[in-house]
């Protein structure tokens, strides 16, 4: 097969011997010393054929971009002239430079195939030129290897498949002699792309059959992943996968699983074996048969229900991690999960908590004195869980209060701003308890920290009151701030409004109509919106404000006028 595409490709018709010498002399005499020790390409040099490409004459341009098409690699130089040819009028000619391009190889084969496939160029630093889809399908067999190398990309895979489509008159062949006679790894992304492919042509399904007995395992792996989708479904390669699990190398069991996990819920049956192979030592494997028990789903939820008892550390976050990804139809994980409430460990023991949280609400006072213990913990990242825990289990979790109260008190400021999170948003009636944490935090943190207290406090609204003068202060230094990373003035302008405070805004509100900063100045104007009645005080700015030299700010301003004074202020 290789050897009739090579024949194909490098059949080049031969030039009238006098317009091709009178074309290489032009070419040479252009491209001086350098050009005369240039490599021949069908008896001319590359910038002879190069310059052919800019010819009046439409057959002149074609038979250059087929000569540069059959030099292969060594007419790599020639690939921008032959994209250029995007915009020759002759369609014939176009169809040649796109079998050139294929022929030629490499990476702006690559990226031209892409552009076509994915016209948008989203996601590209340097937009390739695009040809019209058609034009891929009349390079017929030259378009194959670039196509091919899309297939083993996961961004351009679907695209490319549904180009080659199921029966691939052109692809399928190719494709059969690259699994028989390819290196491992060309076999191995072949026998993928037959996958993704689906093939129905004859001869298909007997050679991945063949390649099952192939000596490279990954090879043997995306066969019998392959044979799932042509043949014959899970008879033949659920055993094969499954017992690839336990392969002696590493990229074996690793390809294994995520063929199964690409199989989805038909290879339930494998779910136990994957469940073994989340315990794997190997990280690497560990993570694949997760991502691969996620992709089963619920039909996985007996296998990860067993794996709860097994107190072996390392592995139980995964299992915890995929009992929420199933989502409701975990629910029969309950029992063991207030099981699990009573480990050893106490970090398994909160993230127990966490799932029978999520999985069943009307159980949260189950894991109350779990969270009560890991509040009192001297260790931050519990306390911080357990306080986040507590808010979402709402009402049922009053009894871990006392212990969020004393983390109020807490060394790391991040424990205190998430005991007090919680105890805000659980009951408001913990306001005056977390008001002195929140202000502290609000006046001593960076400006990208202070968002956090500031969320807190706007949920409190008017139990907040007696933090406006610290939001006011915040909103002063705010306003005199030119760090634009974490821009403030509108959080805290909301807060103060929110907390029945608007009117502490309206001074630095006033003073930020000031900024040489137009943009500054529209959110001066918008946040006196915002404030409302309270901005009157803010009346004689706003009336110079109408006169701004910003066209936005001068309406905006004009606006607010009508609304707070209903004067009109004519335009200027």
């Excluded at 001869?203 to 991945?208: F, I, P, T």
Aim: aromatic residues 2%; negative net charge.
């Amino acid at each position: 097969m290789n050897r009739r595409l090579s024949c194909l490709a490098l059949a080049v018709p031969l030039l009238a011997a006098g317009a091709g010498r009178a074309a290489d002399a032009a070419a040479e005499d252009a491209a001086g010393p350098e050009g005369a020790r240039e490599a021949l390409v069908a008896g001319r040099t590359l910038a002879a054929w190069v310059a052919d490409l800019a010819d009046a004459d439409a057959a002149v341009r074609g038979r250059a971009a087929r000569a540069l098409g059959a030099a292969g690699p060594e007419a790599s130089a020639a690939v921008p002239a032959l994209l250029r040819c995007r915009d020759d009028p002759d369609p014939a000619v176009k169809a040649e430079a796109v079998a050139a391009v294929c022929r030629i190889g490499g990476r702006p084969a690559r990226e031209m195939v892409r552009g076509i496939l994915l016209p948008d160029n989203q996601g590209r630093k340097v937009p390739v030129p695009i040809f019209p889809r058609e034009l891929l399908q009349k390079a017929g067999p030259a378009a194959l290897p670039p196509l091919f190398e899309l297939l083993t990309d996961a961004a351009t895979q679907a695209p490319a498949a549904a180009f080659l489509g199921p029966d691939g008159v052109l692809a399928v062949p190719w494709l059969l002699d690259q699994l028989a006679h390819g290196d491992a790894p060309t076999r191995a992304a072949t026998a993928r792309a037959l996958a993704l492919i689906k093939p129905t042509a004859p001869g298909a399904a007997a050679a991945l059959k063949k390649a099952l007995d192939d000596p490279d395992g990954v090879v043997r792996v995306r066969a019998a992943a392959a044979l799932w989708v042509v043949d014959d479904g899970p008879r033949t390669a659920l055993p094969l996968l499954t017992a690839a699990l336990g392969d002696a190398a590493g990229p074996v069991r690793q390809e294994a699983a995520d063929a199964l996990g690409q199989l989805g819920p038909a290879a339930a049956p494998a779910a136990r074996d994957l469940a073994t192979a989340l315990k794997d030592g190997d990280n690497d494997l560990s993570a694949h048969a997760d991502a691969a028990l996620r992709a089963i789903g619920p039909d996985a939820l007996p296998a990860v229900i067993a794996d709860l008892d097994d107190r072996a550390a390392p592995h139980r976050d995964r299992v915890f991690g995929l009992l929420l990804s199933f989502g409701p139809a975990a629910k029969d994980a309950v029992p063991a999960l207030q099981a699990a409430l009573d480990g050893p460990d106490l970090a398994d023991r909160v993230r127990a908590a966490e799932v029978l949280l999520a999985l069943a609400p009307d159980k949260a006072k189950d894991a109350v004195p779990t969270l009560v213990i890991a509040a009192e913990s001297d260790d931050p990242v519990l306390v911080r869980r357990a306080a986040w825990l507590a808010q979402q289990a709402g009402p049922a979790a009053a009894d871990v209060a006392p212990a969020l109260r004393t983390a109020l008190h807490h060394p790391d400021i991040s424990v205190r701003l998430a005991a007090a999170d919680a105890l805000a948003r659980t009951d408001r009636k913990n306001a005056p308890a977390v008001l002195p944490a929140l202000t502290d935090a609000l006046l001593t943190l960076p400006a990208e920290g202070r968002r956090a207290p500031l969320a807190t406090l706007t949920s409190l609204g008017p139990d907040a009151r007696p933090a406006a003068p610290a939001l006011a202060a915040a909103l002063e230094e705010e306003v005199c701030r030119r760090d634009d990373d974490s821009y403030l003035v509108r959080p805290l302008v909301r807060a103060l409004v929110k907390i029945g405070a608007g009117a502490d805004a309206v001074p630095p509100l006033v003073r930020l109509l000031g900024d040489p900063d137009a943009e500054r100045r529209t959110d001066a104007v918008e946040c006196l919106f915002f404030v409302g009645k309270d901005a009157r005080a803010a009346v004689p700015a706003l009336r110079a404000a109408a006169r701004d030299k910003d066209q936005n700010v001068r309406e905006l301003a004009r606006d607010l006028l009508r609304k707070l004074t209903g004067e009109a202020v004519p335009a200027e």
